[in-house]
Nanobody, 121 residues
Framework: QLQLVESGGGLVQPGGSLRLSCAAS????????IGWFRQAPGKEREGVSC????????NYPDSVKGRFTISRDNAKNTVYLQMNDLKPEDTAVYYC??????????????WGQGTQVTVSS
């Protein structure tokens, strides 16, 4: 059974950076796409970025393009989300999720518990 654990969230000032980690256990991530999603209070969950099992990446909302970068280290069974130039509107609980092979907007079979990111001065 694949289990995902997010870490790296916290409180950061606007313009700051955080790197989120999504560590997998139980199963190798070699054949899984990993997506990062976020949900702010009172808002629907939205996709932020995804990386396919081959390493191709996709950022979804225009608001994070050029600021967020996804990467994976299969040797460590971990996927990262580097977030730079953070803005208050990036405040949310961030989740990673896994599905076989390729990125899609939905259809993820495994989810982590989430990590809180708060951007505030």
């Amino acid at each position: 059974q694949l289990q995902l654990v997010e870490s790296g969230g916290g409180l950061v000032q606007p313009g700051g950076s955080l790197r989120l980690s999504c560590a997998a256990s139980g199963v190798t991530l070699d054949y899984y796409a990993i997506g990062w999603f976020r949900q702010a209070p009172g808002k629907e969950r939205e996709g932020v970025s995804c990386i396919s099992y081959r390493g191709g990446s996709t950022n979804y909302p225009d608001s994070v393009k050029g600021r967020f970068t996804i990467s994976r280290d299969n040797a460590k069974n971990t996927v990262y989300l580097q977030m730079n130039d953070l803005k208050p509107e990036d405040t949310a609980v961030y989740y990673c999720a896994a599905r076989r092979y390729y990125c899609t907007a939905s259809g993820y079979d495994y989810w982590g518990q989430g990590t809180q990111v708060t951007v505030s001065s």
